[in-house]
């Protein structure tokens, strides 16, 4: 009888037990995703946009799905319907540098909840068979979005486009701007080891990096090489201030990116007047891939293509130096217009 109590009560104290882990556990498992819910409503008070909707209780569970379908791109017509999807010009744009670590630092903000991402290239701006093509073209371009959240678009090839900012300027005057940027040297190589793949790709030959770097006349950096001149962010940045004030800029450090993400996309959350939402939860290193990663929620993370960080050839160090003397004082100019000091040599 004794015995049988024992067991009785044992078989209770399990019971018990299993329930209190299980409930622990699942506590745990919510709350990364829990937290990715709340932004939605306190942007309320800073965006000049219509009242964002209220969301009811019971379609919490729901919302979240729709959200996480918004932010990979997706909506079906019901969803528009029911929740009054929009598709809304970009209030952000990040307009370059090209290799600066563009579509990292898009898909890092596509982490915050009031964040909608277009994700393809639009090459709106910079493409005048696209630029005709008029407003309403691109509008139908950008995803569908909750009317309280942000587009982002990013085409990089904005930043060293001669006729962009007078177009961008004329689409929205007070439209944010974000630019990434990288060690200009290390960039100009990224941008050599894109086109070199491209060409090997294709069977065709390439020169070396140091042949198109310098010119082979005076010794000097050439530059007439499209990788050296975009590199060279002062001179891009200027012709944008003729239309923009430097406050509505933002500049993102590519090689800190990189290395330690968290702090620029909180920059970057200040300077849109986003809630900060994005967390060490939402980044993760991967070894094998030897960057950061995106974690959205419990089931759903991702890595960056393996176009992005590619291995990059190895260039002579002398003409690495030379570049890096020739975009000193570009550099320091850089610096000077934004603010913004980086680990440069
Ligand atoms: P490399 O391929 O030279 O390493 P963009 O998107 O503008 O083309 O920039 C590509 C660069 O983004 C890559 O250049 C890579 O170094 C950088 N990058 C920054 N964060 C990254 C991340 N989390 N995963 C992969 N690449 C990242």
Known sequence: MLFKQQALLRQKLLVLGSLAIGSVLYLVARVGTLDRLQPICPLESRLTHPEPEQIPLRSLQFKRGLLHELRKGNATKEQITLHNLVQQLP??????????????????????????????????????????RGIDWYRRKMPFSFPHQITIEKSPAY????????????????????????????????????????????????????????????????????????????????????YFPVEQFHIVDGDRLITDPLPELQLVERFLNLPSRISQYNLYFNVTRGFYCLRFNIVFNKCLAGSKGRIHPEVDPSVVAKLQRFFHPFNQKFSQITGRTFNWP
């Open 91 to 132: 209030r952000a744009i990040i307009i370059g540098v090209r290799k600066g670590g563009t579509r990292a630092l898009l898909e890092m903000l596509n982490l915050h909840p009031a964040v909608v991402k277009a994700s393809q290239e639009i090459h709106f701006f910079d493409n005048d068979q696209n630029y005709a």
């Open 159 to 242: 930043f060293i486009t001669e006729e962009v900012p007078e177009r961008i300027f004329k689409m929205n005057s007070s439209i944010k701007l974000l630019i990434i940027v990288r060690e200009p040297t290390t960039r100009a190589v990224s941008d050599y080891t894109q086109v070199l793949e491209g060409k090997e790709r294709k069977n065709k030959t390439y020169h070396k990096f140091e042949k198109l770097a310098i010119d082979t006349n005076t010794c000097e950096v050439n530059t007439k090489y499209k990788a050296v001149r975009t590199s060279i962010y002062t001179k891009h940045l200027e012709r944008w201030l003729k």
